[in-house]
């Protein structure tokens, strides 16, 4: 029987909160920003990325992101 493989975990955080400035990354209120979650790969967090930008469309000064974990906990690491 061939083993199983697992896909390989590329980690990614988003969250989002509201900017003071529409030119800067720096947000109004530090204990109000939504972390939407972590997840296993890219495709998963461009969604809920997408999602959480959508519904937040009406406040210019709302803005979400996506990290890309893998690359804090593995800077050398090849992969996406």
């Known amino acids: 029987m061939a ?5 390989k975990q590329l980690l990614h955080l988003v969250f989002g909160g509201e900017l003071e400035k529409l030119d800067r990354t720096e947000f109004k209120n530090l204990n109000e920003l939504d972390i939407v979650g972590i997840f296993p790969d890219y495709a998963s967090a461009a969604q809920a990325w997408k999602s959480k930008a959508q519904q937040t469309v009406d406040n210019a000064h709302m803005r979400y992101f996506v990290v890309h974990l893998h690359k ?3 800077p050398g690491a090849d992969g996406q």
Do not use: F, R, T, Y
């Open 3 to 7: 083993q199983e493989q697992k896909p």
């Open 72 to 74: 804090l906990l593995q």
